[in-house]
Nanobody, 114 residues
């Protein structure tokens, strides 16, 4: 019943921006913390950002702090990841994650290259 659907990935040049979306259903969205993870090519999955059910509680990986912003719109059952000043090392498949039940979306590809 739980669903997480990511969108917004694509190919962008270094220094560019993308906004990812994760739309959730099948659970009480406003009560759920949400994570963004990514898997770079040939590397392990890593936590990028998280947001609690209280929308002023956020956390970020050191590598993206100051460049990425996680936010949520509970009326739209959506969590966003605004990614600015993208670097080649930001390339990977980005996943949203519902930690309360350890549920993962299918992922969206982000490629940063000249």
């Amino acid at each position: 019943q739980v669903q997480l659907v990511e969108s917004g990935g694509g190919v962008v040049q270094p220094g560019g921006s993308l906004r990812l979306s994760c739309v959730g259903s099948g659970f009480t969205f406003s009560a759920a913390a949400i994570h963004w993870y990514r898997r770079p090519p040939g590397k392990l999955r890593q936590l990028v950002a998280g947001i609690s059910a209280i929308d002023d509680r956020t956390n970020y990986a050191e590598s993206v702090r100051g460049r990425f912003t996680i936010s949520r719109d509970n009326a739209r059952n959506t969590v966003y990841l605004q990614m600015d000043n993208l670097l080649p090392e930001d390339t990977g498949v980005y996943y949203c994650h519902l930690p309360r039940v350890d549920y993962w979306g299918q992922g969206t590809q982000v490629t940063v290259s000249s």
